[in-house]
């Protein structure tokens, strides 16, 4: 990620942003280990069906990669999202006790489905460099997030969100962000001024969709108009 480069320029232009990732309350509640059970439950339910549509988004974009390295990239990706993090959701919904009607009670929030309608949507009608930009924020954030928890909780061994955080601040993790980033430059430096500006949007869209996505679990947030309507 040379200066000048496309990440450069989004990570720059999403500091602010990021920081606040860092900085809202459900980040520092589970660093601190005190984040509520009832929330990181919620969250973990919203993050395993956000999931599946980011998995679909990743084999898409392996379809509409030119190169081969690319394609591999997304199609391994996109089965890791689906068998390595959905293992991580498993633990966590079986140490907490939830039934399958328990999940079934819980609604998709507004939040999460926006999400992944929004990556879905590029998925389909966006370029495919505006796509690889839409995605790289969901590889690129959790890392950050991830690599700033276990600094900050080292010396907690016995930390109640030990597993989420290694997953994030895996080594393994970081060379497939590495992988997404470099992939993401390589497109933006051959695409034209426009397309490079709809990347640009897209990053910062969705990386706003990620502070959107923690701050919905911490408020549990439901459907304001749920007393009207039964699904």
Known sequence: MGEGSFCTEVWQRTAKLVRAIHEHPFNTALGAGTLDRDKFAFYIVQDARYLEAFSKALATASTRAGDVDEAAFYAQSANTALTAEASLHAGYIEEYGLSPDDLSGIATSPTCLGYSSYLQATALSAPYPVLAAAVL???????????????????????????????????????????????????????GPQTREQMVHAFCRATEYEWMFWDSAWRQETWPTAEWVSL
């Open 137 to 191: 924020p969901c590889f690129w954030v959790y890392q950050d997030v991830g690599e700033a928890l276990l600094e900050r909780t080292a010396g907690a061994a016995d930390h109640p969100y030990r597993a989420w955080i290694s997953t994030y601040a895996d080594p393994a993790f970081a060379e497939s962000v590495t992988q997404a980033k470099e992939i993401t430059d390589r497109l933006a430096a051959a695409a």
